[in-house]
């Protein structure tokens, strides 16, 4: 279907209708507020029931989150359920069991102390952190008779063990999989609760994948207490499990999916995996025997980059497209007749924007429910209608926001020092035309085996929205292009991989984009490291930097990993053989061998050669990267006698989540006081 064959385009905004107001048209004018992009959206989670007639999302209020139903016959809406924002409380998911009955969850956080331990990790303090806890639910389309699926008191434990949905059971009308704390997988009837139990995991099993007769054959479960994670398989019928690989390292610091359950395949023993096979550099999407343990069908690959999600027909068990981020979200349409279809979307919609699909009317598959996001669309959901070939906006995920108020993004390629081509995201302050001679923050990503991606990241359009030029470089080490291009940059901290972004920084200079003089950098986490080590490496590129809860001295933080600490809360050990000590000296650098290195690259150890003001920033219940990581690097700048401001984020972990709104709205704020007095303002709208 090319974009003529869509009929009609019908932007009938009907925010109203979901109780989702814009804000007022004179509050619209200008630039938007530095931290207007941190906390809730107003609206997500958007999903369409089978036959149609009834839409659910997630309304935000400033009590809390309230799950609506619209009645597409009748143009009714009713608020069924609500979470109030205490505790961090929210609906995290929706999802239709039927036109009856809805499944839903909400979380909230629970404060958890973690015991002192010995002086080596943790000098005999006692700190409080916490974990975040969920509930699945089921409630009538009405809202009445709500049941909870799992009662943690029905196996005498505490009542913030929570349950997770492996399955909906999209063949089965009144079942659901949940796997239990105890590592039980029930089988659970949605109207009355009553359960079967399917499995017995192990007390590490955190995951399932079932056959297309709903039989668990794979499963997930963690090592080295949470930091690390193993598959295993199993035919139906059979009872031993046989482990297929284990990951090394931090949970997600591996890069693409070298081997992942998706979904049942057509037949018995058989699922839909993501994986990296053996020889193969990128991962791709494939039919995977565990009968055998065989890879019986390749259904996408890629050379470029590493394929890591399918769009399926969850009902036929049949995979619609394969999925990846170029440069750009991009789903390569397997069935002829989605792909034509999808390729008009994309034409409709145009080529700012990703395209993903995200629900489906499942009876007859003729209504779909859209969501497009890009630098300038914070999330938009559509309704498109196969049948009448139109597609209808339904609501904006932050309607206060117009798009001219956003900055817009490009591609740039450029040439690293030792030849290697690169590329990276260049964002443009909304309202300039003229891309020269801009003050420019460098923000590098986190992971290190992470990417940025096209559309918002909070630290790029927040500051771009604020007149200044972002570059987002994707440097050796990152992940999403393969697992050679992640390699390249292990043992190159502070090396390769920090020389990658200066001489992305230096191609902007060279090309008339940046000025030279009105240049800083910003990162959190891996970023953070960056921004640290650029005080003392790339000082003469710089004139600030912010670093968000970096890594400033390297022995330190794989003492911190090797001796439990990171463990200590999920229970787990460390020491020199755990999966994760042995991921970061590997990707680092091992203290027994490469001491000095490390010392070199660490900026705490180098703290009198740093040359530039320093903004820290770090929460202080964060269990990725400890909070004594800037504070090491706070005590060794004032001994230096260098210039440097540390703000602790009370109550705050690592990532940047809704919940955590007012600590983000402190990071935004502060960051661009201190980018304005070092190097702004920034560009005004128009004036360039």
């Given at each position: 279907?090319?974009?003529?064959a869509i009929?009609?385009?019908a932007c009938?905004l009907i925010v109203g209708a979901?109780g989702?107001?814009?804000?007022a048209t004179t509050q619209?004018?200008?630039r938007?507020a530095?931290?207007?992009?941190?906390?809730?959206d107003?609206a997500?989670?958007?999903?369409?029931s089978p036959?149609?007639r009834?839409?659910?999302?997630?309304?935000r209020?400033?009590?809390?989150d309230?799950l609506v139903?619209?009645?597409?016959?009748?143009?009714?809406l009713r608020?069924?359920?609500?979470a109030?924002a205490?505790?961090g409380m929210?609906?995290?998911?929706?999802?239709?069991?039927?036109?009856e009955?809805?499944?839903f969850?909400y979380s909230?956080r629970?404060?958890?102390?973690?015991?002192a331990?010995?002086?080596?990790r943790t000098?005999g303090r006692?700190e409080d952190?916490f974990?975040?806890v969920?509930?699945?639910?089921?409630?009538?389309i009405d809202?009445?008779?709500?049941?909870?699926l799992?009662?943690p008191?029905s196996?005498?434990i505490?009542?913030?063990?929570?349950?997770?949905?492996?399955?909906l059971?999209p063949?089965?009308?009144?079942h659901?999989?949940?796997?239990?704390?105890?590592?039980q997988?029930?089988?659970v009837?949605?109207?009355?609760?009553?359960?079967?139990v399917?499995e017995?995991?192990s007390?590490?099993?955190?995951?399932?994948?079932?056959?297309v007769?709903?039989?668990?054959?794979l499963?997930?479960d963690?090592?080295?207490g949470?930091?690390g994670f193993?598959?295993?398989?199993?035919?139906?019928?059979?009872?031993?499990?046989t482990?297929i690989?284990?990951f090394r390292?931090?949970?997600?610091?591996?890069s693409?999916p070298?081997?992942?359950?998706?979904?049942?395949?057509?037949q018995?023993?058989?699922?839909?995996v993501l994986?990296r096979?053996e020889?193969?550099?990128?991962?791709?999407?494939?039919?995977?025997?565990t009968?055998n343990?065989?890879?019986v069908?390749?259904?996408a690959?890629?050379?470029r980059?590493?394929?890591s999600?399918?769009?399926?027909d969850?009902?036929?068990?049949?995979?619609?497209?394969a999925?990846?981020?170029?440069?750009?979200w991009?789903?390569d349409g397997?069935?002829?007749e989605?792909?034509?279809?999808?390729?008009?979307?994309?034409?409709?919609?145009?080529?700012?924007?990703?395209?993903q699909l995200?629900s489906?009317?499942r009876?007859?598959?003729?209504?779909w429910?859209?969501e497009t996001?890009?630098?300038?669309?914070?999330g938009?959901?559509?309704?498109?209608?196969?049948?009448?070939?139109?597609l209808?906006?339904?609501?904006?995920?932050?309607?206060q926001?117009q798009a001219?108020q956003?900055?817009?993004?490009r591609v740039?390629?450029?040439t690293?020092s030792?030849?290697?081509?690169?590329?990276?995201?260049?964002?443009?302050p909304?309202?300039v035309s003229?891309?020269?001679n801009?003050?420019l923050?460098v923000?590098p990503?986190?992971?290190p085996?992470?990417r940025d991606?096209?559309g918002f990241?909070p630290f790029?359009s927040s500051?771009a929205?604020q007149?200044?030029?972002v570059?987002?470089?994707n440097f050796?080490?990152?992940?999403?292009?393969?697992?050679?291009?992640?390699e390249?940059?292990?043992?190159?901290w502070?090396?390769?991989?920090?020389?990658?972004?200066?001489?992305?920084?230096?191609?902007?200079?060279?090309a008339?984009?940046a000025?030279a003089n009105r240049?800083?950098?910003?990162?959190?986490?891996?970023g953070?490291y960056v921004?640290?080590t650029a005080?003392?490496e790339?000082?003469d590129?710089?004139?600030?930097s912010m670093?968000?809860?970096g890594v400033?001295?390297?022995?330190?933080m794989?003492?911190?990993?090797?001796?439990?600490e990171?463990?200590e809360i999920?229970g787990?050990g460390?020491?020199?053989?755990s999966?994760?000590?042995?991921y970061?000296?590997d990707?680092i650098g091992?203290?027994?061998?490469?001491r000095?290195?490390l010392?070199?690259?660490?900026a705490a150890r180098?703290a009198?050669?740093?040359?530039?003001?320093?903004?820290?920033?770090?929460g202080?219940?964060?269990r990725?990267v400890?909070?004594?990581?800037s504070e090491?690097?706070?005590?060794a700048?004032r001994?230096?006698?260098?210039?440097?401001?540390f703000?602790?984020?009370?109550?705050t972990?690592?990532y940047?989540?809704p919940?955590?709104g007012?600590?983000?709205?402190?990071?935004?704020t502060?960051?661009?006081?201190f980018?304005?007095?070092?190097?702004?303002?920034?560009?005004e709208?128009?004036?360039?």
């Amino acid at each position: 279907m090319k974009r003529a064959a869509i009929l009609a385009f019908a932007c009938a905004l009907i925010v109203g209708a979901f109780g989702i107001t814009p804000a007022a048209t004179t509050q619209q004018q200008g630039r938007i507020a530095p931290d207007a992009l941190v906390g809730y959206d107003a609206a997500r989670g958007l999903r369409i029931s089978p036959s149609g007639r009834y839409i659910a999302l997630v309304r935000r209020e400033a009590s809390g989150d309230v799950l609506v139903v619209l009645d597409r016959e009748t143009r009714q809406l009713r608020p069924i359920q609500s979470a109030g924002a205490q505790n961090g409380m929210q609906i995290d998911f929706v999802q239709f069991k039927s036109d009856e009955r809805i499944v839903f969850s909400y979380s909230y956080r629970v404060p958890v102390t973690q015991q002192a331990g010995s002086a080596r990790r943790t000098a005999g303090r006692v700190e409080d952190t916490f974990i975040r806890v969920s509930h699945v639910l089921s409630t009538a389309i009405d809202g009445s008779s709500r049941i909870m699926l799992y009662d943690p008191a029905s196996q005498n434990i505490p009542r913030y063990a929570a349950a997770s949905l492996v399955s909906l059971l999209p063949n089965d009308e009144q079942h659901v999989l949940l796997l239990t704390p105890l590592s039980q997988l029930w089988r659970v009837n949605v109207v009355t609760g009553e359960h079967t139990v399917v499995e017995e995991g192990s007390s590490s099993t955190f995951n399932y994948i079932v056959d297309v007769n709903g039989t668990p054959v794979l499963r997930q479960d963690s090592i080295a207490g949470g930091r690390g994670f193993a598959w295993s398989r199993r035919a139906p019928g059979q009872s031993q499990w046989t482990e297929i690989i284990r990951f090394r390292g931090a949970s997600g610091a591996n890069s693409g999916p070298t081997f992942e359950g998706v979904g049942p395949a057509l037949q018995p023993g058989q699922v839909f995996v993501l994986a990296r096979r053996e020889g193969q550099d990128t991962s791709g999407l494939y039919v995977y025997d565990t009968n055998n343990g065989q890879y019986v069908e390749t259904i996408a690959t890629n050379d470029r980059f590493d394929i890591s999600n399918a769009i399926r027909d969850t009902e036929a068990n049949r995979i619609l497209a394969a999925c990846y981020w170029a440069y750009r979200w991009t789903c390569d349409g397997i069935d002829p007749e989605f792909a034509a279809r999808w390729e008009g979307l994309q034409q409709t919609v145009g080529d700012q924007v990703n395209v993903q699909l995200v629900s489906r009317a499942r009876e007859d598959g003729s209504l779909w429910l859209i969501e497009t996001n890009g630098p300038q669309d914070l999330g938009t959901f559509h309704l498109y209608d196969l049948n009448a070939n139109t597609l209808s906006r339904l609501v904006q995920s932050r309607p206060q926001i117009q798009a001219a108020q956003l900055p817009t993004q490009r591609v740039v390629e450029y040439t690293a020092s030792d030849g290697t081509e690169l590329w990276g995201y260049l964002w443009v302050p909304p309202g300039v035309s003229d891309v020269r001679n801009l003050p420019l923050i460098v923000v590098p990503h986190g992971g290190p085996e992470g990417r940025d991606v096209w559309g918002f990241d909070p630290f790029a359009s927040s500051f771009a929205s604020q007149g200044y030029a972002v570059f987002q470089p994707n440097f050796r080490g990152g992940g999403g292009s393969g697992r050679r291009f992640v390699e390249a940059g292990h043992r190159q901290w502070g090396q390769r991989m920090q020389e990658d972004v200066a001489d992305g920084t230096r191609h902007l200079i060279r090309a008339g984009i940046a000025d030279a003089n009105r240049i800083c950098i910003a990162g959190w986490s891996y970023g953070g490291y960056v921004a640290f080590t650029a005080t003392v490496e790339n000082a003469d590129l710089y004139k600030c930097s912010m670093a968000g809860a970096g890594v400033s001295d390297l022995p330190e933080m794989l003492d911190w990993v090797r001796f439990g600490e990171a463990d200590e809360i999920i229970g787990g050990g460390g020491g020199i053989q755990s999966v994760s000590y042995r991921y970061w000296t590997d990707a680092i650098g091992d203290p027994s061998r490469d001491r000095d290195m490390l010392i070199r690259y660490s900026a705490a150890r180098n703290a009198d050669r740093v040359g530039i003001p320093l903004l820290i920033i770090h929460g202080d219940r964060d269990r990725t990267v400890p909070v004594s990581q800037s504070e090491i690097m706070e005590r060794a700048m004032r001994r230096a006698g260098k210039p440097v401001r540390f703000i602790r984020l009370a109550d705050t972990d690592h990532y940047f989540t809704p919940d955590q709104g007012p600590a983000w709205r402190t990071v935004m704020t502060e960051s661009l006081a201190f980018f304005n007095e070092h190097i702004g303002p920034g560009v005004e709208p128009g004036s360039q």
